[in-house]
């Protein structure tokens, strides 16, 4: 017929998404991730030295593994 190809349809979906264990403990990472970063980033911070410190290893652990998925999808 006309207006058909023989040519497969390519998509580019990117790499896959990094999800540990669940997308709750995903999601709940990934938003220690971005708190941090937000203190970390302020400018009344920066200008005085303060950086985020973690009340647990949990809470590092959490922000390590929303580190990995933010920079794993290229979202980081």
């Known amino acids: 017929m006309s207006g058909q190809t023989n040519s497969p349809c390519q998509v580019n979906l990117g790499p896959p998404e990094f999800i540990f264990d669940s997308r709750v403990v995903q999601n709940g990472a990934n938003t220690i991730y971005e ?42």
């Not at 302020?42 to 030295?49: S, W, Y």
């Not at 647990?56 to 998925?69: P, S, V």
């Open 35 to 76: 708190a941090k970063k937000a203190y970390d980033t302020t400018p009344a911070n920066i200008a005085a030295g303060r950086t985020y410190k973690f009340k647990t290893d949990f809470e590092r652990m959490q922000y390590k593994l929303g580190l990995y998925g933010r920079t794993s999808t290229g979202n980081a």
